[in-house]
């Protein structure tokens, strides 16, 4: 019989397990053998807390979706300044915040985004996940342009941010916080200053 208390603890020393076995050979070859071991447990675990590797995969993207809303929140709570262009300033920079640009995390995104267009359970991960930012950036873009206009910043937004990521993820080298979050501040500064008067 597990100890109390114990369930958290296994839940997310599999996640980080999970993350470290994407990051090594990758989503296809992340077998559960390979995550049980390098968690410390054995492959029953597995399942007795996440049935089976969807499971654990779905658990391991909310769990780096999760960390991307708390990281926005954060920096929410921080501000001093309740404009259109702060707020969608935190969500840009929580983004590319450290917790979703590290290696292990990149390469479990990227496998999460080609493995959701096969999984309806990962695909509506995937849709909550983008509606989110939309939504969110779509609320603050509204505060000073159009509704039209809004749309249509946001939508360019995220597609900018997710550009600026792949592009980072896939070049092979360090990931460029500072460049990317530039071109996304520049992005978002050109279509505040469409704003309504």
């Known amino acids: 019989m597990p100890k109390v208390g114990m369930q958290p603890i296994r839940r997310q020393q599999l996640i980080q397990a999970t993350l470290s076995a994407v990051d090594q050979v990758g989503m296809g070859d992340a077998s559960i053998a390979l995550i049980a071991k390098l968690a410390g447990v054995s492959n029953g675990i597995i399942s007795h807390y996440f049935q089976d590797k969807n499971g654990l995969i779905a658990a391991t993207m909310r769990h780096l979706m999760n960390a991307l809303i708390i990281n926005v929140a954060e920096r929410r709570q921080a501000l001093t300044d309740d404009s259109p262009r702060a707020h969608l300033k935190v969500i840009i920079e929580g983004n590319f915040d450290a917790s979703q640009v590290n290696g292990p995390a990149m390469k479990t995104w990227l496998a999460f985004w080609a493995t959701s267009m096969h999984s309806p359970p990962l695909h509506r991960l995937q849709r909550i996940n983008d509606h989110r930012l939309y939504s969110n950036l779509c609320c603050q873009?509204?505060?000073?342009?159009t509704l039209d206009d809004a749309r249509t910043a946001a939508r360019g937004l995220a597609a900018l941010i997710d550009g600026l990521w792949l592009r980072g993820a896939l070049s092979g080298d360090a990931f460029d916080t500072?460049?990317?979050?530039?071109?996304?501040?520049?992005?978002?500064?050109?279509?505040?200053?469409k704003a309504v008067s």
Do not use: K
């Not at 873009?141 to 342009?145: A, C, N, S, T």
């Open 178 to 193: 500072e460049q990317a979050q530039q071109i996304a501040f520049e992005y978002m500064d050109l279509q505040l200053a």
């Open 141 to 145: 873009f509204r505060r000073v342009l």
